[in-house]
C-alpha cells in the first residue's frame, strides 16, 4: 500500500508546517486551481508515528513493541518528581529541595541522553559529580515507575520507533512504500538521533534534502542603534508601517531573539498602528494583519484565569485574600452580569469592614448583610453557598483526577462558567483548548494515582501554564512576528531583526548541571559550549542575512543605565542610529488641538436641602485644593480601601482616643491623678484599655486574634503611661468633657463635630484638645490665610464662641514622641506652648497683636472658606503638593495635565500672549 506520495516536507516546527500547508493552498488559489492534492507536510514525530502505526496495523511489529500510554509533558514531569522524591526521601535535607526544578533539569538532562545519544556507559565513571549520580539513580527510578504503568516518555518513544524501523526495515519497506524523497525543512540543527534515521531512510532509497530558505545574493544589510528596546519596537513598527504604505501587499518579518520579553509591547504597538479600531471592545477580534508565532500560555487568557480562580477557592479552605476577592467579584466570566454593580458595592464594603483575609464563610456573611441593606445579590450567594458546600463535601476527599474534572466542570456548570453571555471567536477557541486540558488529565489516573482536591487544581494549573495557544489568525497575513531560530514559510520581502545585544545573540553557555560538561561540550550539545552557540548562532545568521532583499539589524544602546553592546555577529560597517519612530495611541490622542477653552472651576451651590459631608475634613481639603473638598466631599468620590491583617492605622487611632476619653472620664482631674499611686494607675488604664479593647471587638465585623490585642494593650500602656508623666507637668485643671458633640451651620453649611477634650484651668479658662498620633503635627497654618488644619480653630471660634478659651493645642501622643503643640493667651498654660505675647519675630503668629486679633482672623478665614464651598467654588489650585499625599481623589485632579496647562500658558506669556 502507499502510505504518501513520492515526496514529503518534514518541518522543525508545527507552525512551519500549517505555514507550509497555508502557503502551498494560497499557491494553488492563487492558480485559479480549484482542487488538488493537498501538501505533505509533517513534523518529524507526527510522520515516525503515522509510519509506525500502519507498519503496526499490517502486523509488521510485535504486538507489545511500543507501550500503551505516551506521557504527556506534565504525567512525565509528575513521573520524574515522584522518582526524585523516593530517592532522596531520607535525605537530611529532603523539605529543601525544590523538586520541580530538580525534575525539571533531570527532563533535559535525559533528553539530551537520548537525542545525542549520550550512552550510560559514557557517563556512568569513577570521577562523576554527586549530581550527576543522583540524576542516575532519578532516572532510573523513572524507568521502574515507567515500566510499571506501561508508559514511555516522548524522547524515548522517538528513539524506540528509530530503533524499530531499523530493525524491522525489511519488512516496512517490503509493505510500505516509502517516500521517495524528503525534504527538510527548518532544521538549524539536526541531533545525531534524527542523522540515524536519515542516514536509515538513505538506505532504504530516500533521497534525503535539506531545503535552504530563500536565499537572496545580494541582499541590502542596514544595522540601526536604539537608545533602549522600547525605541527599537516603535522603530520597527514605524518601518513596518512605511514598508506597507509603500507595498500593501509586502510579505515582513519582524524577529527578535527575546519575543517573549517584548511580545506584548509589540502587539500593543502593531494594534495601535494599524489597528486602533481594536480598542472598542466589540471589535477587539478584528482580524490583524500580524500574526505571532509565540502565544501565550492557557493561564493568561481571561476566561481560562476566570476557571482557575474558581477551583483554586473551591479546592482549599484556606483563608481568602482581598486582592484575590476583588478580580473574583469582578470577573464577567460566572454567576449573574446584571449584579456586577452589587459585587463592586460588596468589594468596597469588605475592603472597608474586614481584615486583609478571612473565611469564604466571612464573606457569605458580608454578601447577605449588604444584600438586607439592599443590594442585588441573589445569585452571587448561591454560587458562594456552592462552593462552600463543595469545599464541605469534597475538601477531604482523595479521588482519581478524572473524578476531580468531572466535579470540577460540574461545579463550573452550576456557577454558569463562560454562560453570563454568548462567546466570542477568540474566548470559544480558548474555552475549548481549557477543555480539551481537562480532558487531557482525565487518561492520567493511573500516574498521579488518588490526590486531594487542591493538588488536582494545581495539576490543572501546571498544564495550563504549560500549554501554549493563541486564537486562530484570520486576517490577511502581512507582517510575521518570529523567534530568530523559526523559518518562516512565506518568501519575505524585508525583514527586521531586533534586540540584537550580545546578552541576547548569541544564546548564552547554558550547561545542563546533571551530565559531565566535558561530556556536554564534547559531544556539542545545544548550549554546552561558547563555540557551539557561536558555531549555532553563525548558521543561523547566515540563514537570516539571506532571507530577505532587505534585511534591517538593530539594537539598543541602555537598558535603564546600563551601556549595551551589538551582538559580536554584526558585522556593522555602517551604523544608522533611529530617527523614524511610531507614536502610542494614547500619545497621538494627546497631541495639541484646537480646543475652546472653559473656566470650569466654579461648581453648582449648595442648595438649600443639600447634605454636604465631612465636617472638619471638608474645611480642610477646601482650603488645600477646592476641587479635592468637591470631588470627596459633594460628589462623594473615594478610593477603595485596602484592609490589614490586625488594627490599621485609623483604627488603632481611634482605640487611643477611646482609651483617653474613659481614662479622664473616670480620672476627673489633674488632682486625682497626682494621688494615684503607681500600682492604681497602671490598673486605671488597664480597666480603660480593656473596655476600649471590647467596645472595638464588638463594633468590628472581623476577628482579631487575641496575639494582636495583648500586643495592642502593651502598645496602649505605654503611650499612656508617657502621656500622663507629661500631663503631670500641667497646672490644675478639670476635664470639663470628652468626645463632646456639636452640630453648628457655618454661613448656610451644618457641621458635627466632636471635641477630643475640653479641660477648665483653675482661674475659669478653657483648654481646647485635639489628639494625634501621626508622625508629622505642626500648628503653624493657624497664621496663614488658608487654615490647613482647621480642627482647633473651628472647635474655638464657632462651636466654643462665647467660652473663654485660653489654650488650643494638639496632643502629639507617639511611642518616638510625646509634646503638646499649639499656642496659648497666657504663659504657662501647658508645657513647652508658646504664649502668643511672647512668639518671636520669626513666627507666623508675631503679625498678631492679641489674643482676640488671632481670633477674629480664624473666624474671617472659616467663614471665607464655608463661602467658597457653599458658591462651589472647585478650583484646581494647591499652595504644596506635599498636601495632597493623602487625596483619595489624586486621579480626578489631573496633575500632569494641569501642569502642561501651566507650562504653557507660561510659554505665552514669554511670548506676548502668543501660544
Given at each position: 500500500m502507499s502510505l504518501t506520495p513520492h515526496t514529503i516536507t518534514i518541518c522543525a516546527t508545527a507552525r512551519l508546517v500549517r505555514g507550509v500547508l497555508a502557503q502551498h493552498q494560497h499557491?494553488?488559489?492563487?492558480?485559479?486551481?480549484?482542487?488538488?492534492?493537498?501538501?505533505?507536510?509533517?513534523?518529524?514525530?507526527?510522520?515516525?508515528?503515522?509510519?509506525?502505526?500502519?507498519?503496526?496495523?499490517?502486523?509488521?511489529?510485535?504486538?507489545?513493541?511500543?507501550?500503551?500510554?505516551?506521557?504527556?509533558?506534565?504525567?512525565?514531569?509528575?513521573?520524574?518528581?515522584?522518582?526524585?522524591?523516593?530517592?532522596?526521601?531520607?535525605?537530611?535535607?529532603?523539605?529543601?529541595?525544590?523538586?520541580?526544578?530538580?525534575?525539571?533539569?533531570?527532563?533535559?538532562?535525559?533528553?539530551?541522553?537520548?537525542?545525542?545519544?549520550?550512552?550510560?556507559?559514557?557517563?556512568?565513571?569513577?570521577?562523576?559529580?554527586?549530581?550527576?549520580?543522583?540524576?542516575?539513580?532519578?532516572?532510573?527510578?523513572?524507568?521502574?515507575?515507567?515500566?510499571?504503568?506501561?508508559?514511555?516518555?516522548?524522547?524515548?518513544?522517538?528513539?524506540?520507533?528509530?530503533?524499530?524501523?531499523?530493525?524491522?526495515?525489511?519488512?516496512?519497506?517490503?509493505?510500505?512504500?516509502?517516500?521517495?524523497?524528503?525534504?527538510?525543512?527548518?532544521?538549524?540543527?539536526?541531533?545525531?538521533?534524527?542523522?540515524?534515521?536519515?542516514?536509515?531512510?538513505?538506505?532504504?532509497?530516500?533521497?534525503?534534502?535539506?531545503?535552504?530558505?530563500?536565499?537572496?545574493?545580494?541582499?541590502?544589510?542596514?544595522?540601526?542603534?536604539?537608545?533602549?528596546?522600547?525605541?527599537?519596537?516603535?522603530?520597527?513598527?514605524?518601518?513596518?508601517?512605511?514598508?506597507?504604505?509603500?507595498?500593501?501587499?509586502?510579505?515582513?518579518?519582524?524577529?527578535?531573539?527575546?519575543?517573549?520579553?517584548?511580545?506584548?509591547?509589540?502587539?500593543?504597538?502593531?494594534?495601535?498602528?494599524?489597528?486602533?479600531?481594536?480598542?472598542?471592545?466589540?471589535?477587539?477580534?478584528?482580524?490583524?494583519?500580524?500574526?505571532?508565532?509565540?502565544?501565550?500560555?492557557?493561564?493568561?487568557?481571561?476566561?481560562?484565569?476566570?476557571?482557575?480562580?474558581?477551583?483554586?477557592?473551591?479546592?482549599?479552605?484556606?483563608?481568602?485574600?482581598?486582592?484575590?476577592?476583588?478580580?473574583?467579584?469582578?470577573?464577567?466570566?460566572?454567576?449573574?452580569?446584571?449584579?456586577?454593580?452589587?459585587?463592586?458595592?460588596?468589594?468596597?464594603?469588605?475592603?472597608?469592614?474586614?481584615?486583609?483575609?478571612?473565611?469564604?464563610?466571612?464573606?457569605?456573611?458580608?454578601?447577605?448583610?449588604?444584600?438586607?441593606?439592599?443590594?442585588?445579590?441573589?445569585?452571587?450567594?448561591?454560587?458562594?453557598?456552592?462552593?462552600?458546600?463543595?469545599?464541605?463535601?469534597?475538601?477531604?476527599?482523595?479521588?482519581?483526577?478524572?473524578?476531580?474534572?468531572?466535579?470540577?466542570?460540574?461545579?463550573?456548570?452550576?456557577?454558569h462558567w463562560a454562560k453570563t453571555r454568548s462567546l466570542t471567536s477568540h474566548e470559544f477557541q480558548t474555552q475549548q483548548a481549557f477543555l480539551k486540558c481537562l480532558k487531557e488529565l482525565n487518561g492520567l489516573d493511573a500516574i498521579f494515582g488518588n490526590v486531594s482536591a487542591s493538588v488536582a487544581v494545581q495539576k490543572i494549573t501546571e498544564l495550563c501554564n504549560a500549554t501554549m495557544f493563541q486564537a486562530e489568525a484570520k486576517g490577511d497575513i502581512r507582517i510575521q512576528i518570529l523567534g530568530l531560530l523559526e523559518t518562516p514559510a512565506v518568501q519575505l520581502d524585508a525583514v527586521w531583526a531586533l534586540n540584537m545585544n550580545d546578552q541576547h545573540w548569541p544564546p548564552a553557555v547554558k550547561l545542563n548541571p546533571l551530565l559531565p560538561a566535558d561530556l556536554q561540550r564534547s559531544r556539542g550539545t545545544p548550549n554546552a559550549s561558547a563555540a557551539v552557540q557561536s558555531q549555532f548562532a553563525s548558521l543561523v545568521h547566515q540563514r537570516l542575512i539571506s532571507c530577505a532583499p532587505e534585511v534591517i539589524f538593530s539594537y539598543a544602546t541602555k537598558e535603564d543605565e546600563r551601556e549595551l553592546r551589538p551582538s559580536p555577529l554584526l558585522d556593522i560597517q555602517e551604523v544608522i542610529y533611529t530617527s523614524n519612530t511610531i507614536q502610542t495611541l494614547a500619545e497621538c490622542l494627546a497631541q495639541p488641538a484646537t480646543l475652546q477653552l472653559l473656566d470650569d472651576f466654579i461648581a453648582p451651590t449648595v442648595l438649600a436641602d443639600e447634605n454636604v459631608r465631612g465636617g472638619v475634613n471638608l474645611f480642610a481639603t477646601q482650603a488645600k485644593c477646592p476641587a479635592w473638598a468637591f470631588y470627596q466631599y459633594r460628589l462623594g468620590a473615594a478610593k477603595l480601601e485596602t484592609p490589614v491583617d490586625g488594627l490599621d492605622t485609623m483604627s488603632r487611632g481611634s482605640l487611643l482616643h477611646m482609651v483617653l476619653q474613659l481614662f479622664w472620664q473616670d480620672c476627673k482631674t489633674l488632682s486625682n491623678l497626682k494621688s494615684f499611686s503607681e500600682t492604681l494607675l497602671i490598673e486605671k488604664i488597664d480597666d480603660a484599655i480593656e473596655k476600649s479593647v471590647q467596645a472595638l471587638s464588638a463594633e468590628i465585623s472581623y476577628h482579631i486574634p487575641p496575639q494582636v490585642l495583648q500586643i495592642e494593650r502593651n502598645r496602649l500602656r505605654q503611650l499612656m503611661q508617657a502621656w500622663?508623666?507629661?500631663?503631670?507637668?500641667?497646672?490644675?485643671?478639670?476635664?470639663?468633657?470628652?468626645?463632646?458633640?456639636?452640630?453648628?451651620?457655618?454661613?448656610?453649611?451644618?457641621?458635627?463635630?466632636?471635641?477630643?477634650?475640653?479641660?477648665?484651668?483653675?482661674?475659669?479658662?478653657?483648654?481646647?484638645?485635639?489628639?494625634?498620633?501621626?508622625?508629622?503635627?505642626?500648628?503653624?497654618?493657624?497664621?496663614?490665610d488658608r487654615i490647613t488644619e482647621p480642627q482647633l480653630p473651628i472647635y474655638v471660634v464657632l462651636a466654643l464662641k462665647y467660652e473663654q478659651v485660653v489654650a488650643v493645642s494638639f496632643a502629639k501622643i507617639r511611642s518616638d514622641e510625646t509634646k503638646f503643640i499649639g499656642l496659648s493667651a497666657e504663659p504657662d498654660v501647658l508645657p513647652k506652648v508658646t504664649a502668643l505675647e511672647k512668639v518671636t519675630k520669626s513666627s507666623a503668629f508675631y503679625e498678631f497683636p492679641d489674643w482676640d486679633a488671632l481670633l477674629e482672623h480664624w473666624y474671617t478665614s472659616l467663614t471665607n472658606i464655608a463661602q467658597e464651598i457653599k458658591t462651589g467654588v472647585a478650583h484646581m489650585t494647591m499652595s504644596n503638593e506635599a498636601d495632597l499625599i493623602y487625596c483619595d481623589v489624586k486621579p480626578l485632579l489631573r496633575l500632569p495635565e494641569r501642569l502642561l496647562q501651566f507650562e504653557n500658558m507660561q510659554v505665552a506669556l514669554k511670548n506676548g500672549g502668543n501660544a
Open positions: 499557491q494553488q488559489l492563487e492558480s485559479g486551481i480549484s482542487q488538488w492534492q493537498s501538501a505533505q507536510a509533517y513534523t518529524l514525530q507526527q510522520w515516525l508515528d503515522e509510519l509506525i502505526s500502519h507498519a503496526s496495523l499490517l502486523g509488521l511489529l510485535p504486538i507489545d513493541a511500543l507501550p500503551a500510554l505516551t506521557l504527556s509533558a506534565i504525567a512525565e514531569s509528575h513521573l520524574w518528581e515522584q522518582s526524585i522524591e523516593s530517592c532522596l526521601a531520607k535525605h537530611e535535607a529532603a523539605a529543601l529541595f525544590d523538586i520541580r526544578s530538580m525534575a525539571k533539569s533531570a527532563i533535559e538532562a535525559n533528553n539530551l541522553m537520548l537525542n545525542w545519544e549520550l550512552a550510560e556507559a559514557d557517563i556512568n565513571h569513577d570521577f562523576i559529580t554527586q549530581e550527576t549520580r543522583q540524576f542516575l539513580r532519578w532516572r532510573h527510578t523513572f524507568e521502574d515507575f515507567c515500566t510499571k504503568q506501561n508508559a514511555i516518555e516522548s524522547a524515548r518513544l522517538t528513539a524506540l520507533q528509530i530503533a524499530l524501523f531499523a530493525q524491522f526495515q525489511q519488512q516496512i519497506i517490503r509493505e510500505l512504500a516509502l517516500p521517495t524523497h524528503i525534504q527538510l525543512a527548518g532544521f538549524d540543527r539536526i541531533t545525531p538521533l534524527e542523522a540515524r534515521l536519515f542516514e536509515l531512510l538513505k538506505d532504504c532509497g530516500v533521497k534525503i534534502e535539506v531545503l535552504a530558505s530563500n536565499t537572496h545574493i545580494q541582499t541590502d544589510v542596514q544595522y540601526l542603534a536604539a537608545m533602549d528596546a522600547h525605541s527599537e519596537c516603535r522603530a520597527a513598527v514605524a518601518w513596518a508601517q512605511q514598508k506597507l504604505t509603500e507595498n500593501p501587499k509586502a510579505q515582513l518579518a519582524i524577529i527578535s531573539p527575546a519575543l517573549g520579553s517584548i511580545r506584548r509591547e509589540l502587539a500593543d504597538l502593531l494594534d495601535d498602528t494599524f489597528h486602533s479600531e481594536t480598542l472598542d471592545s466589540s471589535l477587539y477580534e478584528t482580524p490583524r494583519c500580524y500574526d505571532f508565532s509565540l502565544g501565550l500560555a492557557l493561564t493568561e487568557y481571561a476566561i481560562v484565569h476566570s476557571a482557575l480562580q474558581l477551583l483554586r477557592l473551591a479546592a482549599s479552605k484556606a483563608d481568602l485574600i482581598f486582592d484575590e476577592v476583588t478580580p473574583l467579584l469582578q470577573d464577567v466570566y460566572w454567576g449573574n452580569q446584571q449584579e456586577l454593580d452589587a459585587r463592586a458595592q460588596l468589594d468596597a464594603h469588605l475592603r472597608r469592614n474586614m481584615n486583609a483575609s478571612y473565611h469564604l464563610e466571612s464573606l457569605i456573611k458580608q454578601a447577605s448583610k449588604l444584600q438586607t441593606n439592599g443590594a442585588t445579590l441573589d445569585e452571587l450567594l448561591e454560587n458562594l453557598t456552592q462552593i462552600s458546600r463543595f469545599q464541605n463535601q469534597q475538601n477531604k476527599q482523595r479521588q482519581v483526577i478524572s473524578a476531580w474534572v468531572a466535579a470540577f466542570v460540574q461545579l463550573l456548570d452550576e456557577l500622663l508623666t507629661l500631663e503631670l507637668e500641667r497646672a490644675d485643671f478639670v476635664v470639663d468633657a470628652c468626645e463632646k458633640k456639636f452640630e453648628l451651620e457655618v454661613e448656610g453649611l451644618k457641621l458635627n463635630l466632636s471635641i477630643d477634650r475640653i479641660d477648665k484651668l483653675a482661674e475659669g479658662g478653657l483648654v481646647v484638645i485635639d489628639y494625634k498620633t501621626s508622625t508629622v503635627v505642626s500648628s503653624s497654618s493657624w497664621a496663614e
